[in-house]
């Protein structure tokens, strides 16, 4: 640990040390709780965070007065192991933890079919008369291959309930190991007395069924704690500084102080806020203002940390370190949103805790009522109420529709990243729609032309043509496909974000901002070229202006289609955008928006959010960049194109890779279907102990039937899943 | 019955058998990825090495 420990480890703020890592075998509330309270009375820990969903935790504490190795102790004591978050250590280990459960999952299921025949065995030799010989070779072979059973497939339970106990609260485990060893212990003693019942059978078939619950449960985490580190995956690990002697070195990007002088390569992200120097450059801020189109920026200039340097090679001086950096606030912004759990989710774990308290109880009064009653009966009907109560097809019921759901929408190209995302997306009436790169694709195509000069539409489109053909901008893709032929071009410059100039035919052309091609023009163009909107490109060489080009974002092929769709399922459609007023407008009338609402900065778009919010909506957020971020994290729920910036990934609750606005209808409409079957699988498994508790009280029920009651009880739930799961429903 | 005395144990060990074969297959990653290794036979082949230039 302690090696893995050092790359998640670094000095924070006012001389603390900071800690971040995975806490491997929590998985309730109670769990949260005890690293909470044990770890924050540690001396000098000054903040403990515990992220329930993800089991992510972090510590921040004084080095003078506790040392590393004394906060990790602190943690495995409690039960639990400390895994690196992130790195290939992190997913070694989680993929380690997975071969155990498959191998534990393994051996329970196939130790379970043989030990049943035995049972059969037992069960018709008791009808029909047996040597007793081999009715007692049946029992010690059951017995020889029950003992793994027990300690290596069922040691999660058998470990959790420990820990349990020694934190004195009542966790899931506790119920789980007390029929385990109860089941267990009365077996073997049978075995030896060489009479009674065994039930390892039962044994091997409950650790298996909840195995399998486990399993699914910590898949559907999995995916949860992926997206999360998609987050800090989008920043660079080490950065180029340069040395005041002029050689340069590379350092870790959590080393990067203010004032460093840093090279930022053509194409890479910006590690940190800082001013320009030397040269100028073109950079995409569009991971952080959503802003599709790159913009130049001269020496002197600001540039925000997460922003990608489109243009030449430049030096930056750090105005402030990595940790302050605008990335870095906004990463701390979603990742804290995050942290905070659902009141569904909390409710739900309270209930869960309270449930196996009553287990205990009821288990306790009905051994005592036994014991007083026919003491020759209290085993049996004590066994079969904590056997029973199980709850596992309660405890299967919720995560394997989510499971199911996530099977059936990962086929169809979305991903969902919260578990809870489901729950909340099946609630929602409003869906809030961002513009660009979501209703729109971030391809840019040719909206207008206009004739300025002599020359007619076709001979400007091949001459833009061919001079942008020699360009790597964005915008001048939207000439690739606006003529086919090309002239030769010689003598090709470009200004960083000021247009391209060349020679065709002996003519100097320029193509680019107003400013840079009336250089070349000596003249302005009419004030009508202009008219209506205020993002042109401009051609023209020394003899004037030549056209002017209007260049738009294209609006998705299916974007009218989604909209029908969601409207079909009573949604109400509405668009928010940072872009222009007049582009807003335009697209929302292509759509038949009516409510629309354009120039709106992230703050903006977080108080409509709210004020939806506060009229009782529910609000479902679609969007791409990055400055969604906070406001993706805000909404009721929320959706991020899979191409858009990677950090609306990591807040998003729901992905679409497959690029297609119609899937966001079949989103929600796949997740009131898994609400319906959440809820019908509920019922069945709470009608299902209410029927069969008073049974197993009334020892009517003897133990290898109320574990198949528990296992059809379970499988009947896991089927119905999977036939959701394949769309047969 | 003294059947039973052979078949019981060759029960035992044709289970260990199976036990044996299901850890191996765990541990040779046969379970990472169930979805897309039949697809792999559509992939593109790796390149192939350039052929050394025969003397003409």
């Given at each position: 640990?302690?090696?893995?420990?050092?790359?998640?480890?670094?000095?924070?703020?006012?001389?603390?040390?900071?800690?971040?890592?995975?806490?491997?075998?929590?998985?309730?509330?109670?769990?949260?709780?005890?690293?909470?309270?044990?770890?924050?009375?540690?001396?000098?820990?000054?903040?403990?965070?515990?992220?329930?969903?993800?089991?992510?935790v972090s510590v921040a504490w004084d080095p003078q007065r506790s040392r590393l190795r004394t906060v990790l102790d602190t943690v495995e004591g409690l039960g639990f192991h400390a895994v690196p978050l992130n790195g290939a250590a992190g997913s070694d280990a989680q993929r380690a933890e997975r071969r155990r459960m498959q191998k534990r999952i393994g051996l329970a299921a196939l130790a379970a079919m043989q030990m049943s025949m035995y049972t059969v065995g037992l069960y018709v030799g008791a009808w029909t008369g047996i040597d007793p010989w081999i009715e007692q070779l049946l029992r010690v072979t059951a017995m020889l291959i029950a003992v793994p059973v027990m300690f290596y497939s069922g040691a999660p339970f058998l470990t959790g309930a420990w820990h349990d106990l020694r934190r004195r609260s009542l966790g899931m485990d506790v119920p789980v190991a007390a029929a385990l060893a109860l089941a267990f212990v009365a077996s073997v003693i049978n075995t030896f007395r060489g009479s009674g019942q065994v039930y390892f059978d039962s044994v091997a078939m409950f650790i298996g069924f909840l195995l399998v619950g486990r399993y699914i449960e910590m898949n559907v985490r999995r995916n949860s704690l992926d997206a999360g580190e998609a987050l800090v995956r989008s920043l660079p690990a080490t950065v180029t500084r340069l040395k005041p002697d002029g050689t340069s070195e590379r350092i870790g990007l959590q080393q990067v102080a203010a004032g460093d002088r840093l090279v930022v390569p053509m194409g890479a992200v910006i590690p940190v806020d800082g001013i320009l120097e030397g040269d100028g450059t073109l950079i995409d801020e569009s991971l952080i203002s959503g802003e599709s189109v790159p913009v130049a920026r001269a020496s002197g200039e600001a540039l925000p940390g997460g922003a990608i340097n489109v243009g030449a090679a430049c030096t930056l001086r750090a105005s402030r370190d990595a940790r302050h950096s605008t990335l870095a606030s906004m990463a701390a912004l979603i990742e804290r949103a995050q942290a905070e759990r659902p009141p569904q989710a909390l409710a739900a774990d309270r209930a869960a805790a309270q449930f196996v308290a009553w287990i205990v109880v009821l288990a306790a009064a009905v051994a005592a009522f036994w014991f007083w009653f026919d003491r020759a009966r209290a085993f049996e009907a004590t066994l079969a109420v904590l056997v029973v109560t199980c709850p596992c097809a309660l405890s299967l019921a919720t995560p394997v529709a989510i499971a199911a759901a996530t099977t059936r929408l990962a086929k169809r190209g979305m991903l969902i990243t919260r578990a809870d995302a489901l729950e909340r997306l099946a609630a929602v009436d409003t869906v809030v729609l961002d513009k660009s790169g979501t209703l729109t694709s971030a391809r840019m195509q040719l909206a207008e032309v206009r004739c300025l000069g002599a020359l007619g539409r076709e001979a400007v489109l091949r001459l833009a043509a061919s001079l942008e053909q020699h360009s790597a901008h964005p915008l001048a893709a939207a000439f690739t496909g606006a003529s086919t032929d090309r002239c030769p071009v010689d003598d090709v410059r470009e200004r960083a974000g000021q247009g391209l100039e060349g020679r065709i035919g002996g003519e100097l052309w320029r193509i680019g901002r107003r400013e840079y091609v009336a250089e070349l023009a000596?003249?302005?163009?009419?004030?009508?070229?202009?008219?209506?909107?205020?993002?042109?490109?401009?051609?023209?060489?020394?003899?004037?202006?030549?056209?002017?080009?209007?260049?738009?974002?294209?609006?998705?092929?299916?974007?009218?289609?989604?909209?029908?769709?969601?409207?079909?399922?009573?949604?109400?459609?509405?668009?928010?955008?940072?872009?222009?007023?007049?582009?807003?407008?335009?697209?929302?009338?292509?759509?038949?928006?009516?409510?629309?609402?354009?120039?709106?900065?992230?703050?903006?778009?977080?108080?409509?959010?709210g004020e939806l919010q506060r009229q009782q909506h529910r609000v479902l957020m679609v969007g791409d960049g990055i400055n969604d971020g906070p406001v993706l994290a805000a909404a009721h729920v929320s959706c991020a194109m899979g191409g858009g910036a990677a950090l609306a990934h990591a807040a998003a609750d729901l992905l679409l890779m497959n690029e297609s606005l119609l899937s966001v209808a079949a989103a929600v409409q796949t997740a009131r279907g898994t609400m319906r079957l959440m809820r019908s699988n509920l019922r069945w498994a709470l009608g299902y102990n209410l029927c069969a508790v008073p049974l197993a009280a009334a020892g009517l029920v003897s133990p290898w039937l109320a574990a198949l009651g528990m296992s059809g009880s379970s499988l009947y739930v896991v089927e119905r899943a999977r036939r959701f799961a394949t769309g047969a429903t | 019955m003294s059947i039973a005395l052979l078949l019981i144990p060759l029960g035992l060990v044709l289970l260990g058998v199976a036990v044996w074969a299901f850890f191996w297959a765990v541990n040779n990653d046969q379970f990472e990825d169930l979805d897309h290794v039949a697809e792999h036979a559509l992939d593109e082949e790796p390149a192939a090495p350039a052929l050394p230039k025969s003397p003409p």
């Amino acid at each position: 640990m302690s090696e893995a420990a050092a790359h998640l480890h670094w000095h924070g703020p006012g001389g603390l040390e900071q800690l971040e890592f995975f806490a491997e075998g929590m998985h309730c509330a109670n769990c949260a709780r005890s690293i909470r309270s044990k770890v924050g009375a540690l001396p000098g820990v000054a903040r403990v965070e515990v992220n329930l969903t993800t089991a992510r935790v972090s510590v921040a504490w004084d080095p003078q007065r506790s040392r590393l190795r004394t906060v990790l102790d602190t943690v495995e004591g409690l039960g639990f192991h400390a895994v690196p978050l992130n790195g290939a250590a992190g997913s070694d280990a989680q993929r380690a933890e997975r071969r155990r459960m498959q191998k534990r999952i393994g051996l329970a299921a196939l130790a379970a079919m043989q030990m049943s025949m035995y049972t059969v065995g037992l069960y018709v030799g008791a009808w029909t008369g047996i040597d007793p010989w081999i009715e007692q070779l049946l029992r010690v072979t059951a017995m020889l291959i029950a003992v793994p059973v027990m300690f290596y497939s069922g040691a999660p339970f058998l470990t959790g309930a420990w820990h349990d106990l020694r934190r004195r609260s009542l966790g899931m485990d506790v119920p789980v190991a007390a029929a385990l060893a109860l089941a267990f212990v009365a077996s073997v003693i049978n075995t030896f007395r060489g009479s009674g019942q065994v039930y390892f059978d039962s044994v091997a078939m409950f650790i298996g069924f909840l195995l399998v619950g486990r399993y699914i449960e910590m898949n559907v985490r999995r995916n949860s704690l992926d997206a999360g580190e998609a987050l800090v995956r989008s920043l660079p690990a080490t950065v180029t500084r340069l040395k005041p002697d002029g050689t340069s070195e590379r350092i870790g990007l959590q080393q990067v102080a203010a004032g460093d002088r840093l090279v930022v390569p053509m194409g890479a992200v910006i590690p940190v806020d800082g001013i320009l120097e030397g040269d100028g450059t073109l950079i995409d801020e569009s991971l952080i203002s959503g802003e599709s189109v790159p913009v130049a920026r001269a020496s002197g200039e600001a540039l925000p940390g997460g922003a990608i340097n489109v243009g030449a090679a430049c030096t930056l001086r750090a105005s402030r370190d990595a940790r302050h950096s605008t990335l870095a606030s906004m990463a701390a912004l979603i990742e804290r949103a995050q942290a905070e759990r659902p009141p569904q989710a909390l409710a739900a774990d309270r209930a869960a805790a309270q449930f196996v308290a009553w287990i205990v109880v009821l288990a306790a009064a009905v051994a005592a009522f036994w014991f007083w009653f026919d003491r020759a009966r209290a085993f049996e009907a004590t066994l079969a109420v904590l056997v029973v109560t199980c709850p596992c097809a309660l405890s299967l019921a919720t995560p394997v529709a989510i499971a199911a759901a996530t099977t059936r929408l990962a086929k169809r190209g979305m991903l969902i990243t919260r578990a809870d995302a489901l729950e909340r997306l099946a609630a929602v009436d409003t869906v809030v729609l961002d513009k660009s790169g979501t209703l729109t694709s971030a391809r840019m195509q040719l909206a207008e032309v206009r004739c300025l000069g002599a020359l007619g539409r076709e001979a400007v489109l091949r001459l833009a043509a061919s001079l942008e053909q020699h360009s790597a901008h964005p915008l001048a893709a939207a000439f690739t496909g606006a003529s086919t032929d090309r002239c030769p071009v010689d003598d090709v410059r470009e200004r960083a974000g000021q247009g391209l100039e060349g020679r065709i035919g002996g003519e100097l052309w320029r193509i680019g901002r107003r400013e840079y091609v009336a250089e070349l023009a000596a003249a302005q163009p009419a004030a009508a070229a202009s008219e209506g909107s205020d993002d042109f490109i401009w051609l023209g060489s020394s003899a004037g202006f030549g056209a002017a080009f209007a260049v738009t974002d294209a609006l998705r092929p299916d974007a009218a289609a989604a909209i029908a769709a969601l409207r079909a399922l009573g949604l109400t459609v509405r668009i928010a955008s940072g872009d222009r007023r007049s582009t807003v407008t335009r697209v929302a009338a292509e759509l038949g928006i009516g409510e629309a609402s354009g120039r709106m900065s992230p703050q903006a778009k977080l108080e409509l959010i709210g004020e939806l919010q506060r009229q009782q909506h529910r609000v479902l957020m679609v969007g791409d960049g990055i400055n969604d971020g906070p406001v993706l994290a805000a909404a009721h729920v929320s959706c991020a194109m899979g191409g858009g910036a990677a950090l609306a990934h990591a807040a998003a609750d729901l992905l679409l890779m497959n690029e297609s606005l119609l899937s966001v209808a079949a989103a929600v409409q796949t997740a009131r279907g898994t609400m319906r079957l959440m809820r019908s699988n509920l019922r069945w498994a709470l009608g299902y102990n209410l029927c069969a508790v008073p049974l197993a009280a009334a020892g009517l029920v003897s133990p290898w039937l109320a574990a198949l009651g528990m296992s059809g009880s379970s499988l009947y739930v896991v089927e119905r899943a999977r036939r959701f799961a394949t769309g047969a429903t | 019955m003294s059947i039973a005395l052979l078949l019981i144990p060759l029960g035992l060990v044709l289970l260990g058998v199976a036990v044996w074969a299901f850890f191996w297959a765990v541990n040779n990653d046969q379970f990472e990825d169930l979805d897309h290794v039949a697809e792999h036979a559509l992939d593109e082949e790796p390149a192939a090495p350039a052929l050394p230039k025969s003397p003409p």
